[in-house]
């Protein structure tokens, strides 16, 4: 597929590496001639220097041969004006990185005329992130499929954990999907042993798992209080949502005018100018009694320096959540399991638009219905409803001849119901099916006998 990408900036370098690494034919469009060079220079991809919105630009990069153009500048108008000249020169479909509410709600009328088929907002999409892990707290991180019926949370194994008797002890059903141990990542089979430290993916609904975490004695209930330092728009975002959630909402942030902005949009919140690294003011503000600590300013050191802060002074009982970009530090943070959860608005991104282009280059991508990334890339979790052309309809999973690597991870059927796979269970149509994989590809791997 041809994708053009304008902006090779963190979220357009992301893209590039990604969309090349699947075989797509990436032209990467930037006014630095600097990050271009770099670019080329790493990745197998074509780079034109030029203003990604200006017509003549545009043809040079061939946009009219383009199935995609993805705009990812810092502006939004850019963004906005990149794809409207992309539709009118033949690009068959446009995605816009637009980060400003205002325009957000314009593009709900505007979006036919403009011919945008996907308008993202990096720090709306992180928020949604964060309030899913503050939800279920005893998770690292949470992702959702058929409207939020069915959930895939990843949780680390602890040192003491009872775990390995899951399937003999408790009668809960959950399936666990993939696991992630140092040096790989595997999708696990019926005689497979969990160990200390793993890293583990689990599929349920909602309930289930709430009910498997209570039996392994980690569960915590949703959160009810929480702190949040760095009055930026991912916490005006995450602030909405968790109002709305019936929440209690306190923000810290240094600078005094942005606390004053706060405060005006979001009256319903306790907002304080103060330095959310010091740690007097943090047992001042309570702490000790808050279920979840969130450090969202611009500093990923700072972020990770107050986390483990809050977590120490909260004698651990804290839900803590950073957001973190550097993917160094995301990996050094999450190998030693020194947080709690890690949000990258970057990476957040970046999985949306790699969710809607694997959606458009499968055969069978209208029915690609959600896509997530899993393990740094190296698992993908597909959801697709099951329509009237699917082979294997009726057919016992047990027939099903599955490629290694891959995993039916659950149902969810028209009325609701939520089944967790067994040799004997069917696929019906209209059915929603989640599948995991090592190897990125769609269900159409699945073949009956």
Known sequence: MKIIIVGAGKVGSALTQQLSADGHNVTVVDQDPQLIDNIINIYDVMGVCGNGA???????????????????????????LSCLVARKLGAKHTIARIRNPEYEKQLRFMRDELGLSMAINPERAAAREIARVLRFPAAMKVETFSKGRLELVEYRLPADSALADLYRNIRVRVLICAVARKGGTI???????????????????????????????VFRSKASTVMIVGASKICYYLTSELLNMGMSVKIIDRDEQRCIQMGEQLPKALVIVGDGTDT??????????????????????????????????????????????????????????????????????????????????????????????????????????????????????????????????????????????????????????????????????????
């Open 54 to 80: 200006v017509y003549g630009v545009q043809k040079e990069a061939e946009v009219e041969k383009a199935e995609l153009l993805i705009a990812t500048t810092s502006s939004d108008e850019l963004n906005i």
């Open 280 to 449: 007097d003011l943090l047992h001042e503000e309570g702490i000790g009694q808050t279920d979840a600590f969130v450090a969202i300013t611009g500093i990923d050191e700072a972020n990770i320096l107050m986390s483990m802060c809050a977590s120490k002074e909260s004698g651990n009982h804290c839900k803590v959540v950073a957001k973190i970009n550097r993917k160094s530090l995301v990996d050094l943070v999450s190998n030693e399991s020194m947080i709690d959860s890690v949000i990258s608005a970057r990476s957040t991104t970046t999985e949306l638009i790699v969710q809607y282009v694997r959606a458009m280059e499968s055969a069978e991508g209208a029915k690609i219905k959600t896509l997530h990334r899993l393990v740094d890339g190296a698992v993908e979790a597909l959801e697709f409803g099951v329509g009237p052309d699917v082979p294997f309809i009726g057919v016992p999973l047990k027939n099903l001849k599955l490629r290694n690597g891959l995993l039916l991870a659950g149902i969810v059927q028209r009325n609701g119901k939520i089944v967790i796979p067994s040799g004997n269970d069917c696929l019906s149509l209209g059915d929603d099916v989640i599948v995991v994989t090592t190897d990125t590809v769609s269900y159409t791997h699945l073949r009956a006998h």
């Open 187 to 217: 999708i696990p089979s019926g005689d497979f042993v969990l160990r200390a430290g793993d890293k583990i993916y689990l599929t349920s609904s909602p309930d289930q798992l709430a009910q498997f975490f209570r039996h392994l004695g």
